[in-house]
């Protein structure tokens, strides 16, 4: 059951007007979802359309399977469950969200930034596991519809909420913010994704910081200290922020990073608190960053060094981010969620610690704005830098970036398509046994189908 989501309130909460019978308005609901087929017994289905598919189509739906209630921007003169008519169905879910939140009364990790807002999030949830009952995002719910949704899933024995906050354009993160209140905010990084609408990364910063608009008073602020957008930032509403990264100036550094090659990356972490060495299991240095601003809000939250080595340690990869698959014939890097220029040369530095040959297969990257051409181009020129030896690419921006590997490095091998059907194709003759080949694309690209045509090789 949902902490004081009775029908009562939910209207009350997002301006709506019951129409059932009175005595259903004390109704507590079981849980909230948008979609017909994950109703559970109780629930409250929310209708909202959309482009292609409208939900108030599935009403029907929800109500034979369970739902206790709709909310509904129509009249539903042949509802037969009571329902709350909006003027707007995913503002409602917001309004709804923000106030069940506030009644929960627990802390909230708002995890944003331009690169790594995934895996960083699973390092602190894992490292806040370890002393409290966590609940995180699942998969890519971090807008202003799978905020709320996240958001719908906490339950009064959750402890701590480790949320992911995902923007493209200004005022967005100002609308998360407000919903999630966070206690903690966690910045990674200013990087080049979603140049379209910020246009620079100046633009970026001042979207990212409107995560600080709702962050409660007596909030933490934790930052990337080695970036050099994020080091300007001294103060925010009287909080000073504390920083992570592999400088010594910063608060919360490591040294001593030694690669292990895909098994992982380990170092020594510096804390305030102390000193440990922790073995971080997935490669790159990357995920010393991630280890760091864990480490930051493990101790903001009262866990012991011990209690963080351990959360570091146990953290565990997800689909189609940077994923080890071991086939028999290949070695997989499951990489291909999303791409941006910087997470692209974070995947290809880390493959250069696989065995037998190292092979990427990449796809475009979206989001880039007017620049997109140079930028993949850039990346190629990186790709051809490192040690690394075929490079197989699909996708209309990535014939640019095969044009500079191709000029960094006239002597890798190097394979371009123009759609990812071809590619497919062509890699069945391409590859060779004992291969480590990492897979990366924007996620528009469906990459994971090669992805899951390597497995069954």
Request: proline share 4%.
């Amino acid at each position: 059951m949902m902490k004081n989501l009775t029908l009562r309130n939910i209207a009350s909460a997002c301006g709506g007007k019951y129409v059932g019978a009175e005595s259903g308005l004390d109704l507590c609901v079981e849980g909230i979802t948008t979609d017909s087929r994950q109703v559970p017994e109780g629930g409250l289905f929310v209708a909202i359309p959309g482009e292609r598919v409208d939900g108030h189509d599935y009403i029907p739906k929800a109500e034979a399977a369970g739902a206790a209630a709709v909310l509904s921007e129509k009249e539903l003169p042949d509802a037969k469950v009571p329902y709350i008519r909006v003027k707007s169905s995913l503002q409602a879910v917001k309004d709804l969200a923000e106030f069940y939140l506030a009644g929960l009364k627990i802390p909230v990790v708002g995890i944003a930034g331009s690169v790594g807002k995934t895996s960083t999030k699973e390092m602190v949830a894992s490292v806040l596991s370890q002393k409290y009952r966590v609940l995180k995002t699942e998969g890519n719910f971090n807008n202003e519809l799978g905020l709320p949704l996240t958001i719908f899933r906490l339950r009064e024995e959750h402890e701590i909420a480790v949320l992911e906050m995902g923007i493209s354009d200004f005022g967005e993160m100002h609308r998360l913010s407000k919903i999630a209140r966070p206690q903690t905010c966690i910045l990674t990084n200013i990087g080049w994704c979603h140049l379209e609408n910020l246009k620079t990364r100046d633009g970026i910063l001042k979207a990212k910081s409107e995560i600080f608009d709702y962050i409660r008073p007596d909030g933490h602020v934790i930052l990337n200290g080695d970036d050099d957008k994020l080091s300007t930032i001294r103060e925010v509403k009287g909080i000073v922020p504390r920083t992570f990264g592999l400088n010594p100036g910063n608060e919360i550094w490591a040294d001593q990073l030694e690669s292990r090659g895909l098994k992982g990356i380990s170092c020594r972490i510096h804390t305030p608190e102390g000193d440990f060495d922790a073995a971080i299991p997935m490669p790159g240095e990357h995920m010393v960053y991630n280890a760091l601003a864990a480490a930051a809000a493990g101790l903001y939250y009262g866990l012991t060094l011990e209690e963080i080595r351990r959360g570091i340690e146990s953290f565990e990869t997800i689909c189609g981010r940077f994923r080890i698959l071991e086939t028999g014939t290949y070695t997989l890097i499951d990489d291909c969620y999303n791409a941006n220029p910087v997470s692209m040369k974070t995947s290809l530095q880390a493959l250069q610690e696989g065995k037998g040959r190292r092979v990427a297969v990449l796809g475009d990257m979206g989001e880039l704005g007017e620049n997109e051409k140079d930028l993949h181009r850039e990346v190629g020129a990186f790709a051809g830098s490192l040690s690394i030896d075929a490079l197989y690419c699909a996708g209309p921006l990535c014939e640019y970036l095969a044009e500079g590997a191709r000029e960094a490095n006239p002597e890798l091998e190097i394979c371009w398509y123009p759609g990812r059907d071809r590619l497919m194709v062509e890699l069945k003759r391409l590859l060779k046994p004992q291969d480590t080949i990492l897979i990366k694309a924007s996620h528009y690209m469906g990459f994971d189908k090669i992805v899951n045509m390597l497995r069954e090789a």
